[in-house]
């Protein structure tokens, strides 16, 4: 009684999945999109739209301007500030290229873009309900709800994030510590002496290395407080991020005073980033892996949401060629990764070199200093942090 037919499924409505179905409602397919929890929800993140966000949401069937103009939840960031293991820093404002980016509690984001998706005509959500088993079979993919509910379709789309059901479903990767971040963050209100152009910092202590503890100011006076470090590294120096965390807040000369008054709005909470600094399997029969699940995140400043946004555009884009073919096979979803990886790879290559490359302190310290003076330094030490239109402009100046 309870089943539905699709032409395809969406499992997860994040940035991946819910501009996926963004990008898809021009066309005649029956879309349904299915989400575990409940809008609003958190997501745990540094919440930086960096620059390549604002030009994806450009690219979807959305109207911009109601990002730009009509969502107040949000606040501009008009430089990157990056401090060297010495302490010393530099500032690159974005302002100079012409960038935007922001910094959005994504409960608040996360939000904006599935009330997006909700206008899709073509578009069926099935919100707070959780999967129970995913089959395939030789002629379609079957998904059943903890609800009762079952759907079925010729395609399934798994934007299902880092902790994947689809990918460990029917994909079977195991990740890798040495191209996964572990992350963890924690809501402040009241951190004193921001940038008067509310940069992003990110610190990169000695001790953090490969990664970074950051501060990122918010709207009403709050600030999303975190550490990323590579997980290899987190089982090999026995790290315990959360106590780590505390320590750099409470006892660091370089940070500890400016949270004198601050009080813990929310406190620590981890969750894993897949590092695109290798190149994967993405889709097999009758799916495509999307976002965190097909592992995008740039591997030298942890930002995900812009190529998660970009890999639900071109996964709407091969889904089209696959109902005009009627081909939904590994060897014809094979496209789907060549288009991804063609798109992203040659910036997520550069930014893993840099990534390397900054794991020892002194070469760090050079090029945190030289991201200043040398036009090509900047260029790629922003490339990790705007994505693809900063390298460009940054080189053209
Ligand atoms: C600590 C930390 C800091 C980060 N900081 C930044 C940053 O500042 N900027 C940035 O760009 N990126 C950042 N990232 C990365 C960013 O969060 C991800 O790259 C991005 O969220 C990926 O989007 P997604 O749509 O693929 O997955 P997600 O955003 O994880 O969305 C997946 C969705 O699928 C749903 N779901 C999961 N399982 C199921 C299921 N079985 N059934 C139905 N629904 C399901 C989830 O509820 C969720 O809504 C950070 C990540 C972490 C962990």
Redesign the pocket.
């Known amino acids: 009684m309870n089943e539905f037919s699709f032409d395809v499924i969406i499992?997860?409505?994040?940035?991946?999945?819910?501009?996926a179905a963004l990008a898809l409602s021009e066309c005649s397919l029956n879309v349904a999109l299915?989400?575990?929890?409940t809008?609003p929800?958190d997501?745990?993140?540094?919440?930086?739209?960096?620059p390549d966000?604002i030009a994806q949401l450009q690219k979807l069937p959305i109207d911009s301007s109601s990002f730009i103009d009509g969502f107040d939840k949000k606040l501009e960031c008009k430089a990157v500030r990056f401090i060297a293991p010495n302490y010393s820093y530099s500032d690159i404002s974005l302002v100079n290229y012409n960038l935007s980016g922001y910094?959005s509690p994504?409960i608040d984001f996360?939000n904006y873009l599935f009330e997006q998706a909700k206008q899709c005509k073509n578009l069926t959500i099935?919100e707070g309900?959780?999967?129970s088993s995913i089959e395939e079979s030789p002629t379609e993919v079957r998904v059943l709800m903890k609800s009762g509910v079952r759907l079925e379709s010729p395609i399934i789309l798994g934007?299902?994030?880092?902790?994947?059901?689809?990918k460990r479903t029917l994909h079977k990767e195991k990740p890798d510590k040495n191209h996964y971040?572990?992350?963890?963050?924690m809501y402040f209100e009241g951190v004193t002496d921001f940038s008067d152009l509310n940069a992003?910092e990110l610190h990169f202590y000695d001790e953090l290395l490969p990664g970074y503890f950051?501060i990122?100011p918010l709207p009403d006076n709050r600030a999303?407080v975190?550490?990323?470090m590579l997980s290899s590294f987190v089982s090999k120096k026995n790290i315990n991020l959360k106590k780590e965390l505390i320590s750099i807040i409470k006892t660091h000369p370089n940070v500890k005073d400016r949270f004198k008054n601050a009080t813990i709005v929310d406190d620590a909470?981890?969750?894993?980033?897949?590092l695109g600094s290798k190149k994967r399997s993405i889709s097999g029969n009758r799916y495509l892996l999307?976002?965190?699940?097909?592992s995008?995140?740039?591997p030298l400043?942890?930002?995900?949401?812009?190529?998660?946004?970009r890999?639900?555009r071109v996964a709407a884009e091969h889904l089209i060629r696959c109902h005009a073919t009627n081909r939904f096979d590994a060897a014809f979803n094979k496209g789907y990764d060549r288009e991804i990886y063609r798109r992203m790879w040659n910036e997520l290559r550069l930014n893993y070199w840099t990534q390397v490359f900054m794991r020892n302190p002194r070469r760090c310290n050079w090029i945190i200093q030289h991201a200043i003076t040398n036009s090509f330094v900047k260029a790629i030490v922003m490339s990790g942090f705007n994505a693809k239109n900063a390298f460009s402009k940054i080189l053209k100046k």
């Open positions: 499992v997860g409505a994040g940035p991946a999945g819910c501009t299915i989400e575990k929890s809008f929800r997501k745990i993140c540094g919440d930086a739209l960096s966000v910094i994504r996360d099935f309900q959780e999967i934007s299902d994030g880092a902790k994947s059901l689809v971040c572990a992350g963890i963050r992003v950051w990122f999303n975190g550490i990323g909470k981890g969750f894993p980033l897949p999307l976002g965190d699940a097909a995008l995140i740039n400043s942890g930002e995900g949401i812009a190529n998660a946004i890999s639900g």
